[in-house]
């Protein structure tokens, strides 16, 4: 899934996720629809950490 926006002050921004960059998959789980993020994020404890596998260009990488 394509990240199409980043809050400047969010987690996401904190982590070096940037526009553009494809996700994946979260905590080694591949992602296969942004239903499938939501889904994620919303059953995940607040303030614990994920993995976030990105596509960037032709480099992968992964994200705390």
């Known amino acids: 899934m394509e990240v199409v926006s980043i809050l400047s002050?969010?987690?996401?921004?904190?982590?070096?996720?940037?526009?553009?960059?494809l996700i994946v998959?979260?905590?080694?789980?591949?992602?296969?629809?942004v239903d499938h993020i939501h889904r994620f994020l919303g059953e995940w404890p607040v303030g614990n950490s994920v993995k976030i596998t990105i596509?960037?260009?032709?480099?992968r990488l992964e994200k705390m």
């Open 9 to 21: 002050d969010g987690p996401a921004a904190k982590s070096g996720i940037r526009k553009g960059d």
């Open 55 to 59: 596509i960037r260009r032709l480099e």
């Open 25 to 33: 998959a979260i905590n080694d789980q591949e992602i296969t629809s």
